[in-house]
C-alpha cells in the first residue's frame, strides 16, 4: 500500500515507471520482499477493491 500511495509523487507519470525505476532499482533495502511488477498487478487488484469499498462503508453510500 506504500508504493502505490508514494507513487503519486511529482515526476513519475504511471505506477510502472515509478516501480521499475524507482522502488526496483533503489528501495530494495526497504522492501527486502520485492515483488516483480506483473505480481505487483495482480496484487493491487486484491488491494484496490476494499480500498475502494472503505469511503462507501464509512460515509454511508453518500
Known amino acids: 500500500m506504500t508504493i502505490i500511495i508514494a507513487c503519486h509523487q511529482p515526476g513519475y507519470r ?9 522502488v526496483y532499482r533503489y528501495l530494495t ?7 516483480s511488477y506483473t505480481r505487483m498487478l ?16 464509512i460515509c454511508g453510500g453518500a
Open 29 to 35: 533495502n526497504e522492501f527486502p520482499e520485492l515483488i
Open 14 to 22: 504511471d505506477l510502472k515507471t515509478y516501480y521499475i525505476h524507482l
Open 42 to 57: 495482480k496484487f493491487m487488484q486484491r488491494v484496490l477493491s476494499p480500498r475502494n469499498f472503505l469511503p462507501e462503508t
